[in-house]
């Protein structure tokens, strides 16, 4: 397919304005305000929803994985959006360029010196907004391990794999672009959960409800 010129210009419109809402860090801003604390210095070090959570508990936590959705969700909308008067497949193009950059604007943000959280809140978000049937059943496949094994970060490692797995299925013979797209999230997550998945190995990762006690 042929991209003209204007489209391409909006693509790149569609990544820089998802990786600036992306690199926007409610974990870091909340804490910073609630505690006067790097959250990055605690815990798993780093800025996302669990280790909100686990350092500094349910409110703080569940307000910043809302927040996390809530850039990705907007990311998404206005991505789709620039393509308004176009073909609807350029539309979701569009915002599944601004979702994925929202993601990695997350988890390497310009605005903390590229140090941030995992991207599970916002890659879920952008997942179910893009694709809502094959992203809720990723979504219900990581709600189900996490309440059966009490490992956040082993629903996280599923929902990335059960979402790709799941877009091969149904769209790799209709539109590989969608395919790639949930390849890409799935490297991006699997890579920033790597020591997640030394410790699941090794039998030393933390379960959901353990604490962090910070020593200041």
């Not at 006067?36 to 936590?61: E, F, H």
């Not at 979504?139 to 082993?154: G, R, W």
């Not at 299925?169 to 999230?185: D, M, P, V």
Request: hydrophobic share 50%; proline share 2%.
């Amino acid at each position: 397919m042929n991209m003209t010129t204007k489209e391409f210009f909006l693509y790149l419109l569609a990544a820089a304005i998802g990786y600036l809402l992306g690199s926007l860090s409610p974990g870091i801003a909340l804490t910073k305000k609630s505690a006067n604390i790097d959250i990055r210095d605690y815990g798993s070090k780093n800025s996302g929803a669990t280790n909100v959570l686990r350092v500094m508990g349910p409110y703080l936590g569940i307000a910043v994985f809302l927040l996390d959705i809530l850039k990705a969700v907007v990311a998404c909308i206005v991505g789709k959006a620039l393509f308004g008067n176009y073909d609807p497949s350029l539309a979701q193009n569009g915002g599944m360029m601004a979702g994925i950059f929202t993601v990695i604007g997350h988890n390497w943000t310009l605005y903390h010196n590229f140090k941030g959280g995992k991207g599970v809140a916002s890659s879920a978000a952008a997942i179910v907004w893009m694709f809502p049937t094959e992203g809720l059943i990723a979504v219900a496949i990581c709600i189900a391990l996490i309440a059966i094994t009490k490992f956040v970060s082993l629903g996280s490692i599923s929902l990335f794999i059960s979402f790709t797995v799941i877009m091969c299925i149904k769209h790799i013979s209709i539109n590989w672009q969608y395919c790639l797209w949930a390849f890409l999230l799935m490297v991006m997550g699997l890579y920033r959960h790597r020591s997640n998945i030394q410790r699941l190995l090794n039998g030393t990762e933390n379960k959901l409800g353990q604490r962090t006690k910070i020593n200041k």
